[in-house]
């Protein structure tokens, strides 16, 4: 897997870092996407892709694959 950007399944859209996408269960909120290490939920750093909340840069949460399904739209 080439970590500069992902796939989103069953299309030719990819996301990079810094890209905001929306998700349809989330009706207002924007998030950044990001690679890296990061930290969530008390538990040790891991290397991944995860979203930060854009008004609320405190709240992350790993990218699953049900949120790459979810995604309404992509902000580059």
Same mark, same amino acid.
């Given at each position: 897997? &080439? /970590?500069?950007?992902?796939? *989103? #399944?069953?299309?030719?859209? +990819?996301? @990079? #870092?810094?890209?905001?996408?929306?998700?349809? !269960?989330? &009706?207002?909120?924007?998030? *950044?996407? %990001? @690679?890296? $290490?990061?930290?969530?939920?008390?538990? !040790? &750093?891991?290397?991944? $892709? @995860? =979203?930060i909340? +854009?008004? /609320?840069?405190? %709240? *992350? +949460? #790993?990218?699953? !694959? #049900?949120? =790459? &399904?979810? *995604?309404? =739209?992509i902000? !580059?």
């Amino acid at each position: 897997m &080439d /970590a500069s950007y992902i796939t *989103i #399944p069953g299309t030719c859209d +990819k996301l @990079y #870092p810094h890209t905001t996408v929306q998700l349809g !269960r989330f &009706d207002t909120v924007q998030w *950044i996407v %990001m @690679y890296g $290490w990061y930290s969530y939920g008390g538990n !040790r &750093d891991i290397c991944g $892709w @995860y =979203l930060i909340n +854009k008004s /609320a840069p405190n %709240m *992350i +949460k #790993p990218l699953s !694959r #049900p949120d =790459l &399904d979810d *995604i309404v =739209l992509i902000t !580059r």
